[in-house]
């Protein structure tokens, strides 16, 4: 069963920083790309990141270029997203995917990440 | 990069039929066939139920199609349940650079 557990979120103040972890199993994770999606309490959702099976290529929404630094270990079936310069706006349920094609295939169930003072 | 438009919401009674529609433009929904569909229930995570336009994962019931023409692509659940009310986001590959974006959402209301 495919299993994806986000974790490391929490209360952060605007400025700062926090890493997010998504362990993943019982897929081959070092096939898959991977995604990271935000979901801002009562709102839609927003692709963020992106990572090649290989970390070859990586992209980013212009909402977090230059502040996230999304990364994996194939070897540790881990996906990572170091977020700094955190803002308001920054308040979201973070998720990560898999993704087969262009798409999101597998979602954790998320880990909520909120910017306040 | 514009999210898509969907309607805010839409409804109908059990076993009826409802259609969301999901509206880009040249640069992603009809530039590619490669826009999905996901099904997120109250404080659960998103689910896939359709990609490529329009083929279903296994496991997701064939009430559910995905379609697409022009800039606009199109959802719709056949036989409606109790258990299809929930919100439904399109997403569709915009290229490279930006490479994903989402649609607004649609709850889904079964009356």
């Given amino acids: 069963e495919v299993q994806l557990v ?11 920083s ?17 995604n990271w999606v935000r979901q801002a309490p009562g709102k839609g959702l927003e692709w963020i990141s992106y ?7 990586i992209y980013y929404a212009d909402s977090v270029k ?3 630094t999304i990364s994996r270990d194939n070897a540790k079936n881990s996906l990572y997203l170091q977020m700094n310069s955190l803002r308001a706006e920054d308040t979201a349920v973070y998720y990560c995917a898999s993704a087969t094609s262009y798409d999101f295939d ?5 880990t909520l990440v909120t910017v306040s003072s | 990069q514009s999210a898509l438009t969907q309607p805010p919401s839409a409804s109908g009674s059990p076993g009826q039929s409802v259609t969301i529609s999901c509206t880009g433009t040249s640069s992603d929904v009809g530039g590619y ?8 229930h109250p404080g659960k995570a998103p689910k896939l ?13 064939d009430r559910f199609s995905g379609s697409k023409s022009g800039n606009t692509a199109s959802l719709t659940v056949s ?9 439904y986001y399109c997403s569709s590959y915009a290229g490279s650079n930006n490479p994903y974006v989402f649609g607004t959402g649609t709850k889904v209301t079964v009356l």
């Fill in chain 2, 49 to 61: 139920m359709i990609y490529e336009v329009s083929k279903r994962p296994s496991g997701v019931p």
């Fill in chain 1, 51 to 57: 990572i090649s099976s290989s970390s070859s290529t």
């Fill in chain 1, 66 to 68: 230059g502040r996230f």
């Fill in chain 1, 18 to 34: 926090l890493r997010l972890s998504c362990a993943a199993s019982g897929f081959t994770f070092s096939s898959y790309s991977m």
């Fill in chain 2, 79 to 87: 036989g409606l349940q109790a258990e299809d009310e929930a919100d």
């Fill in chain 2, 33 to 40: 066939n490669y826009v999905s569909w996901y099904q997120q």
């Fill in chain 1, 106 to 110: 597998y979602w954790g169930q998320g």
């Fill in chain 1, 6 to 16: 986000e974790s490391g979120g929490g209360l952060v103040q605007p400025g700062g």
